[in-house]
């Protein structure tokens, strides 16, 4: 099996050859810079992006064991997640750069796929890949690899998360099957449950649809549920009250978290994103998402503290009739994945 | 002695606190964000960026073994590298955003010296750090700290690297100065060098006072001066012509490599730029950039081919009166830097 050498990331020749291999030759001509811009069809020291419009940026390490995995892998993980967070802010994805970190002995054949993913992606959904550095560490300081990813977008209005009074909370599939994938390869589960993830550029036809009326869209990846909802509430000051019924959580997920004691909660998503919309239109939203091929569900709304004690706090209705508050999640949240 | 934990990745609590610590608690407000823009003021899924000019952009992954070193630390490299990428592009620097992976058991008294030196560098040049991302790997998968940045600059007429028939080549330093720093150090050599690694802003001034007398201008760092002289003539389809003689090596550096077999021509610079400009105006530049505190050498020219199997060449006229190539860098580079 060929495998990495730390000349690969030497910066000259071998670097040029390894990434004329496994990533210029798989894009084609338009996707290597944005419109009037620059970018890999011209290597400098950085890209050009032309734009009237905001510029969203975003960037994401993206490590994970393994780095296969059933519905994808670290590369389709990586694209995904950047193109998402752009989304999430109202931007159109423009460009992505990626930076990869690679151990010496590493796989060819292995990093071939990965990029190979990471490309189908651009190339399904016409973003540029215009920029990135390649670094080839040795074998007895890393293991694996990591890839870093920076999305761009342009927006003329950007989603800032601002979560209002009597908002309904949305989410736009089931939750904790990313993370219940990765738990189940780690502690050996065995599972038909495929990983989410996924760029969600159709909600872009949603945000323009029903723009003034999003006032908050976010992807609840690492943390999970609980840490998207607790960081609107720290954000705004309001509270969030969810229905655990209504939160669709599939039943090979509530296995895989039942055996292992996880959280569905704090488990990541990474083709799902939780919407805070003007709750008139909620039922609007929601059967658009339907007919865009989403599987939303409304789990709960946004209300005013009656007390300054409840300022940030996320209560979750119990199936059982109490009431519980769901806490910004700490300590090791198990799997570790990114 | 405190160390990183798993749970500091976790994207909750944890995380919240030792971002609090390590770097939000270290920034001034304004540069949390770029003007008009949004940031780490308010954390959302992207930055937010307003500007009319062109927006230049480029990412660079740093890992470094040791990551202090005398004259600086991964925290200095990776932000300096990434602005000087944007200033090579002409761009003005006004946004970074960092990712930062850490092994579990990493110091923390470590870490807090490598984010002060980050935000040291971004309060002294006043650029905004406007996002990020925060990852704890486990330390059977990963030894010490890997720092991604992305560099986000604004210009109206950015450097798009074309070198022209009859330029002067210029260095504004001394070469190969943190390569020999870094191979020192993992040789075991005694030495009084201390890293270039510096942000190279004041080169914005002669760009601007030059302005479409400077045709290309870029840091070599990774692949040092041959990597670099290299790509603009496979670029351009040109030849460069550089004197030995006339290339400013310190004799430290001199004594570093003669021990070591590594070719100061090779290694890595971080707070050195190579222009290539017009020739009649390079005696002007060269004391403009004096007067800006650099130290100056036109080091050779650009030259047309006078066939075709000398186009993409670098030659390179040695001391004793005689002339070689200079190839583009292949094979493992020591010190393995980034």
Not at 1 to 22: A, C, E, F, P, V
Not at 27 to 35: A, F, Q, S, V
Not at 259 to 269: E, K, M, Q, R
């Amino acid at each position: 099996m060929d495998r990495i050498l730390i000349s690969h990331g030497n910066g000259g020749k071998d670097t040029q050859n390894i990434l004329q291999k496994y990533i210029f030759s798989k894009l084609p001509e338009d996707l290597k810079k944005t419109n009037n811009g620059l970018g890999l069809d011209y290597p400098d020291d950085g890209a050009v992006i032309s734009s009237g419009d905001k510029i969203i940026v975003s960037t994401d390490s993206h490590t994970i064991d393994p780095y296969f995995f059933p519905g994808g892998s670290i590369g389709k993980l990586a694209v995904s997640g950047t193109i998402n967070d752009v989304i999430m802010m109202g931007g159109k994805p423009i460009a992505i750069l990626d930076s990869i970190i690679v151990a010496e002995g590493f796989p060819l054949d292995d990093l071939d796929k990965i990029t190979t993913d990471m490309i189908s992606i651009l190339k399904e959904f016409n973003i540029s890949l215009i920029g990135g550095d390649f670094k080839v560490i040795p074998s007895d300081s890393m293991k694996g690899i990591a890839i870093n990813t920076v999305g761009i977008g342009v927006s003329k209005n950007p989603i800032i998360d601002r979560v209002s009074e009597g908002d309904s909370i949305i989410v736009t599939g089931p939750i904790g099957v990313h993370g219940s994938v990765i738990a189940a390869l780690q502690y050996g589960i065995e599972t038909q449950l495929k990983s989410d993830v996924k760029p969600l550029m159709k909600l872009l036809e949603i945000f323009d649809k029903f723009q003034g009326d999003i006032h908050a869209a976010r992807d609840p990846t690492r943390g999970g549920l609980a840490a998207t909802l607790n960081e609107w509430v720290q954000l705004s000051g309001k509270m969030i009250s969810i229905d655990e019924k209504d939160i669709p959580i599939p039943d090979e997920v509530k296995s895989i978290t039942e055996v292992t004691g996880l959280d569905p909660l704090v488990l990541a998503n990474e083709g799902v994103a939780v919407l805070s919309v003007s709750s008139d239109k909620a039922e609007n939203i929601v059967e658009e998402l339907k007919k865009l091929g989403f599987e939303p569900s409304i789990i709960g709304k946004v209300i005013e503290p009656k007390n300054k004690d409840n300022k940030g706090l996320v209560i979750i209705r119990t199936e059982v009739g109490g009431a519980k508050i769901l806490e910004m999640p700490s300590g090791d949240i198990v799997p570790r994945i990114c």
